[in-house]
DNA sequence: AAAGATTGACGGGTCAATCTTA
DNA sequence: TAAGATTGACCCGTCAATCTTT
């Protein structure tokens, strides 16, 4: 049943390649000044409150668990997170991942860059309103 | 200098997981259903009003040079669209590619679940206001 | 059997180098 | 020298299978 949709699938469009010409901006910024990928950075974020079992950073990340499993092998070689297993003897099948002192620092480092990039890619032109209306609409997006 | 653009950072991790998101299940709604990838989709999408010189396509899907002749070779391969070398005497360098029957056909069929995906999973949702909101914002964010 | 996590195999993307033609 | 396009080497993500523990 074709209507009049053609301007929504052009919206649908745009909004793809708007974040992922961004993100991809973001991410290039980061490896250029601090060489830390923007999905090793969200890895990172992800921990500094405290360590982590393997699974609730999955969830918090919205990841599958083999593609975190092989992020967290490279991010360990690369010293920047540990992971213990079997933390506590009430479950021998959780892994705990924390970071390191580098990986800590690295973080803060790398946020400035992320922080000022957002702010100059993304949200440098957004009014107030624009603000309001696109939290509006991710969210009825989002579901 | 940190200032109140917490608000704006969390608009703008919003921004990019919805847009992954709603990526990854068109994705694999066409994968499912038609075993064709949204970006396999998007190439034979670009090739429908006719024949096109690879950079074109290239600059047209906004690709990396090389990644886009990798797909290129699997959609070769799969018998969805044709490379022709040289197809004019007076640039012997380019090379064109094409749709075959295959491919335009396998186009049409995917099309229809592309457009009820977006539907379904974006647009059902927004009003004209929500519309004309978005896109005011892309057209600043994406510049 | 199911949950937490990892691994083998494989498809896919990207940089730098390459080849050919302009 | 530069443009159009491809390739080699390498990194990364995902599925299915696996191992261990519950």
């Known amino acids: 049943v074709p209507r009049l949709d053609a301007e929504r699938v052009a919206l649908w469009r745009s909004f793809c390649s708007t974040a992922t010409q961004l993100q991809r901006q973001v991410d290039q910024l980061l490896i250029d000044e601090h060489e830390l990928p923007l999905r090793w950075f969200e890895v990172l974020g992800a921990l ?3 360590p982590s079992r393997v699974r609730d950073l999955c969830a918090h990340l919205d990841e599958v668990a083999s593609s975190l499993s092989r992020r967290l ?3 360990e070689q690369h010293g920047l997170v540990l992971r213990v297993p079997a933390p506590t003897p009430d479950d021998k099948r959780a892994v705990t991942v924390s970071l390191t002192a580098e990986g800590r620092a690295l973080w803060r480092d790398a946020n400035v860059t992320y922080r000022r990039a957002v702010q100059q890619l993304f949200a440098k032109r ?3 309103t624009d603000i309001a209306a696109l939290t509006r609409v991710l969210g009825k997006a989002g579901s």
């Open 48 to 50: 500094r409150p405290g």
């Open 73 to 75: 092998d490279r991010l």
């Open 126 to 128: 957004l009014t107030d």
